[in-house]
Structure formats: C-alpha cells, structure tokens
C-alpha cells in the first residue's frame, strides 16, 4: 500500500541513490489517517483491502501532488454504504479547502447529494446546467439527458 500512495511522488522522495524511507512511511502514515485507510499494516497489498479502502488509496495516491482539481469518475461504484459515506465525507472536505470537485456519476441521488452545480450531457453536448437552489430533481435531470419529453 506504501508505493501505491507515494507512486507518483516517488521521484520527490529520493536522492541518487537512496529513498527517503521516513518521509515515504510519513505521507503514508498522513493518509491513512486523514483518509481512515482501515489496514492492518503499511505494507498491506492493495488488494487484500475491502473496496472502499482501495478506493481511498486511489485517492491517496492523487492528492499527494496537492491537486487544485480532482476527477472522481463513478467515485463509489461497487462500495458499500458505509464506506460511500466517507468518500463523500471526502470528498466534502476537499471542496472546503478550496480543491475543484468533478464528479461524474450514473447515480442521480448521488449527484443530487454532492453537487453544488450539475452539467446535464447528452450526444457528448452540455444541454443543460443546474445550480445549487434551482429545485432541480431526478426527473429534470433525465428530461435533459435524455431529451424525451412526457
């Protein structure tokens, strides 16, 4: 799990020899605390972690470069509730700090639940955007995106 959080760092982290091993278990150590990386161990396989871990360590990876903007595409696809409730926790707290958000999602609850502003696509075209406050529901949503008009 250690590589899988400091990979794209890892150039940052070393002289021409040597890795600085501290600094690897530190950022490591950071995440899984700031993120609840539930692991027995730092040197957990990724693949032995439930779904929702692995995808905190997705994340972990990405926001060791201190991004301003973070893609989640299907953030929570194939995770349980528990584990959806802390992406978003997440999630939220990144937005509060001042990172951009993008979230792409087939779950109109979640988009609903997460979105200060919805773009609706349709034939790979915004047709329609919403904001926070519009009243916008599921059914406005797939009016747009699928443009069939009851």
Request: charge should be neutral; glycine fraction near 8%.
């Amino acid at each position: 799990m250690k590589e899988n959080c400091i990979l794209p760092i890892s150039d940052k982290l070393k002289n021409a020899f040597f890795i600085n091993r501290a600094e690897e278990e530190n950022i490591t150590r950071k995440f899984v605390e700031g993120l609840g990386i539930k692991t027995p161990s730092y040197l957990q396989k990724v693949k032995f972690l439930s779904g929702g871990n692995q995808q905190k360590v997705v994340l972990a990876k990405w926001l060791a470069n201190n991004p301003y903007l973070l893609i989640f595409d299907e953030p929570t696809r194939g995770i349980d509730v528990g584990a959806k409730a802390e992406i978003y926790r997440i999630m939220r707290d990144l937005a509060e700090k001042g990172n951009g958000i993008l979230m792409i999602s087939s779950e109109l609850s979640e988009i609903l639940g997460m979105s200060d502003r919805i773009y609706v696509m349709r034939n790979g075209t915004i047709v329609k955007e919403f904001t926070t406050g519009e009243g916008v529901d599921e059914e406005n949503i797939m009016y747009y995106a699928t443009g069939v008009y009851q």
